[in-house]
């Protein structure tokens, strides 16, 4: 239940994209009447839609993948290849995390806001944090309880299908 909630902002986010913007061409052609505030919508948006993606892709293994060395692995070692970069890419994400909470205390701090609908900025900058560490968070945790799994299961057989991880 709790996992559909990323799911259902996005989608919300990205529906109300798609009527901003249709509304925008048609103010836009009929009464020459644009959206002023539609540039900064479009961007809040696509913000909330690709950091809500983002946890929900980790978590079910959906990003895109390009196996072109998948064949020179086992299944033992496209495992344990597989939950080490699943653990380094979580690691990695505390860089960005950090970077974007600095900005968004920094944002706070100086009272910046959006130019026509005056959104303070450290709203979305905060969102796109908490997003970023719950990524790293599920790549963390899922590639320790594949490794543990893992180690403790010692499987003898390939269950390794060839699927894009």
């Not at 959206?35 to 809500?52: D, K």
Request: charged content about 15%.
């Amino acid at each position: 239940m709790l996992g559909n909630v990323p799911f259902w902002i996005g989608s919300a986010a990205l529906f109300s994209l798609m009527c901003m913007t249709f509304a925008d061409v048609i103010l836009r052609s009929l009464f020459n009447s644009p959206i002023a505030a539609a540039a900064e919508l479009t961007e809040i948006s696509v913000a909330i839609v690709v950091f809500t993606a983002l946890p929900l892709v980790s978590f079910n293994r959906s990003q895109i993948a390009v196996d072109l060395f998948d064949s020179y692995y086992s299944s033992k070692a496209a495992r344990w290849r597989d939950c080490i970069i699943d653990i380094a890419c979580g690691g990695l994400l505390y860089w960005p995390i950090v970077r974007i909470l600095v900005l968004a205390k920094r944002a706070s701090r100086h009272g910046s806001q959006t130019e026509f609908l005056e959104i303070p900025d450290h709203y979305i900058a905060y969102f796109v944090c908490v997003m970023l560490s719950v990524t790293a968070l599920i790549l963390i945790i899922r590639g320790i309880i594949g490794l543990a799994g893992y180690i403790q299961n010692q499987p003898t057989h390939s269950d390794h299908s060839g699927e894009n991880l």
